[in-house]
């Protein structure tokens, strides 16, 4: 197998840096079973946009292991292709070994970082978002209610009817027009951990993530998980202990931050048993949390009982029985992948299953339905050229007959809103949660409700 030639010059002065000099380096054990056959390839959006073998995931792996074995150094020709990695895990899903392309890439990343640290505005602009943002609740709550005063207050119009929105980068102008009305967050309405009580006899109490950007941005699909899971007899509480679950930070190469991050979030979560999250980036992270300490065996052990215990909605109300409504929904759906949630957790059939029970709803088969949409945590604002590229592609499967693209994630909902808006259609993103709650909604109000009220 062809790979270019990576120029032998170390990053920096430091002596050796052709090896991994950090703790936490890429693990043999994931790239012991790559035979590099190539099945792989298809399943990769980069490699199906530039065609160049360090850009599949075979050449990824190859790469990631010669520089454990001092063939290649730490430099920006391997930090290029490493980060171009959407890490959608659709490899992993073809590969027949299972191999943990993924892991290999974020562990790549976090020694990509160590040896070549950001500097400028970029450095600025991630420790800002990352560490003093993100984080905090309160201040992205604060951020929340800025958002909401420029949607309300007549400012967002008299922005984009004066031409000052055009200003931004064409990617920054595009998210700023499909930015969803932004509501209460969960975390504001229900304080210090409050229990919400079921709808009709108890079953059993869970907790639930309420996200950092789901929160701000998308209250009201947290407004919805909560009310689809007190109508079939679950007590929800929303620990305040709790942070962002991380995943940003570990898909930037930040594994350090990661680690405080999942400490929090293991801590807060200790007493809970089942966590239920309705964001498929996040549930993904939160069920790989180990993967973050090797090096710390007593957090890895709680790391794993707490990973043990986190669901997604879907597959929770798949798993434990939940009430199909009784009012009708006449809508032509179709739905996609998210790709942590396809490919990441196996969780394929559960949300399809809760579409397919709602009356009225009509399902259409979307081809490719678990090819990546180009969202990917945050790539599409790093790297939005591919990440156009890969919308586009993903544009081109969406049936043009159908009214809503239903998903289980919200970054994808960010970027499939672009698709639509970018590519002249007219579907609505929905979260499939959502879909579930306003059928129980239209059944409450036909009177057919759990409590029997109108």
Known sequence: MAIPNIEQKPACTKEGLGNYLWSDPPKENKWADCVHCGLCLEACPTYEQLGQEQHSPRGRVHLIKSVAEGKLFVNEAFADPVFQCLDCRACTTACPASVDVGGLIEEARGQVRQAMPLTGWKAMTSKFFLETLFPHHERLHAVGSLLKFYQKSGLQKLVRKAGLINIMPDHLVEMESIMPEVKTPIRKKYKNGKVIKAKGESKREVAMLSGCIMDVMFSEINESTISVLTRNGNDVVIPKNQTCCGALHVHAGDREMGRKLAKKNIEAFESAEKVIVNAAGCGCMLKEYSELFHDEPEWQERAKEFSAKVEDISKFLYDTGYEAPKAELKKRITYHDACHLAHGQGIRE????????????????????????????????????????????????????????????????????????????????????????????????????RDGKK
Do not use: F
Request: aromatic fraction near 4%; hydrophobic fraction near 35%; include cysteine.
């Open 350 to 449: 559960e949300p399809r299953d809760l579409l397919l029970h709602i009356p009225g709803v009509e399902m259409v088969h979307m081809p490719n339905a678990d090819r990546c949409c180009g969202s990917a945590g945050i790539y599409n604002l790093t790297n939005p050229e591919m990440a156009g590229a890969v919308l586009e592609s993903k544009m081109e499967n969406v049936p043009d007959d159908v009214e809503m693209i239903s998903m289980g994630n919200p970054g994808c909902m960010l970027q499939m809103a672009v698709g639509v808006q970018k590519y002249g259609r007219n579907q609505k993103i929905v979260h499939t949660v959502q879909l579930l709650d306003w059928a129980y909604q239209k059944e409450d109000e036909l009177g057919g409700g």
